[in-house]
């Protein structure tokens, strides 16, 4: 089915979504998203949608869909966030993503949105993540944090990242599990300048054994740094 240039493109993309529908995947992944309505997931596959997405970014009039917000549906909401992954322009996408973000509903939402272009100077991105760290706002503050974590702790890593991040108050959940993903992986890759964090309780309780409980499970630490990290547990 070919969109014409008469079209209205958003509801020409939810006929599109809805052709691709698999109830079973609907009802698995509904459960893997409790905040959000099980009415406003179609149930369309990660590798379909991705596909999708790449012929829609072709298409000139797609920004009257990426404009038309807030989305109703979780697929239409991952189709943006696939369709900014894909630019190829940084100022564009940081643009692009800055406008999505306080629309995003979720954490897979949140955490799948990963622009390519970003790899290339991610310091250009520091002001903007300060921005989101600080903005209060759920899913925002969460993305910061995960482009610190995708970023900054490998050529580009200073403590002064890890302090920004033990520095974030949140009570919400969906944040406060990014910053233990956060600090299991910067023990990961960063452990000595790290592990101080962990031994000083710079972080809240739950944080602090969430942090723990994920850096145990990886497989990038070693038996004796696991070891270490067990008797460090808040009880």
Aim: overall charge neutral; aromatic content about 14%; charged content about 30%.
């Amino acid at each position: 089915m070919a969109l014409h240039s008469d079209e209205n493109v958003t509801e020409y993309i939810k006929q599109q979504l809805f052709s691709m529908q698999d109830l079973e995947y609907k009802a698995f992944h509904s459960r893997l998203m409790p905040t959000i309505s099980p009415e406003t997931i179609i149930g369309v596959r990660t590798p379909a949608l991705r596909k999708f997405a790449k012929e829609m970014a072709k298409y000139e009039g797609v920004e009257m869909f990426m404009q038309d917000l807030p989305h109703k549906f979780y697929e239409e909401n991952n189709l943006q966030g696939f369709i900014i992954e894909g630019m190829k322009d940084f100022d564009k996408c940081l643009a692009e993503v800055d406008r999505f973000l306080p629309y995003v509903d979720n954490w897979a939402t949140c955490d799948m949105m990963r622009p390519k272009v970003f790899k290339r100077n991610p310091k250009m991105l520091l002001p903007k993540i300060r921005e989101w760290i600080a903005s209060g706002k759920t899913y925002t503050v969460r993305y910061g944090i995960g482009m610190l974590m995708t970023y900054f702790l490998d050529e580009y890593f200073d403590v002064k990242y890890v302090d920004e991040v033990a520095a974030v108050e949140s009570e919400e959940y969906y944040v406060k599990m990014m910053v233990a993903w956060y600090f299991a992986t910067a023990l990961a890759k960063q452990w000595d300048a790290v592990i101080p964090y962990i031994e000083n309780g710079k972080l809240e309780k739950w944080t602090h054994n969430k942090a723990i409980q994920k850096a145990i499970e990886s497989y990038r630490i070693t038996p004796l740094q696991k070891e270490y990290l067990r008797g460090m547990k808040h009880r």
